[in-house]
């Protein structure tokens, strides 16, 4: 499957799934979307790029849906190590974006969370810093 380049919106029409079995005939029904955007013109930099060395991560990208309160943006960071697991110190610069950030250790990924009422319109650049106070760590293979 390819996604569509402007994503999914929230509530698009037109899904359907269908099911033969033989025991109960053919049946269709309607699904409902949660939407899915796509992530235009990413940038990921660290500073500094060294191992065992707490980093910062800076994020800078475009999205093709609107974001709203609780719409997430999951980072997966293979090999990275972070020690703190909730309430990461982010930042939005230039901004009045507001991201709650949380690593998850199991999945090596990072989920930024809009917060605090915020909402950001389709196409908007977006520069998120994930800072290094958070004791994040790049993996020692580089």
């Not at 799934?17 to 025991?23: A, E, R």
């Not at 060294?50 to 999951?74: H, K, R």
């Not at 917060?115 to 993996?139: F, W």
Request: with cysteine.
């Amino acid at each position: 499957f390819i996604l569509p380049a402007d994503g999914i919106p929230k509530g698009s029409q037109g899904f359907k799934l269908w099911i033969n079995s033989s025991s109960f005939g053919r049946t269709t029904s309607d699904v409902a979307v949660n939407g899915v955007g796509t992530i235009n013109q990413p940038e990921f930099r660290l500073n500094p790029k060294l191992p065992d060395t707490d980093t910062a991560f800076i994020l800078t990208f475009s999205v093709s849906v609107e974001l709203v309160d609780d719409d997430y943006v999951t980072v997966y960071l293979p090999g990275f190590t972070c020690a703190r697991k909730k309430g990461l110190a982010v930042h939005t610069p230039h901004s009045n974006y507001v991201f709650a950030g949380e690593w998850i250790p199991e999945g090596e990924r990072i989920v930024l969370t809009l917060a605090n009422s915020s909402y950001i319109s389709k196409g908007t650049a977006i520069n998120i810093t994930v800072d290094e106070s958070n004791g994040m760590q790049l993996p020692d293979t580089g």
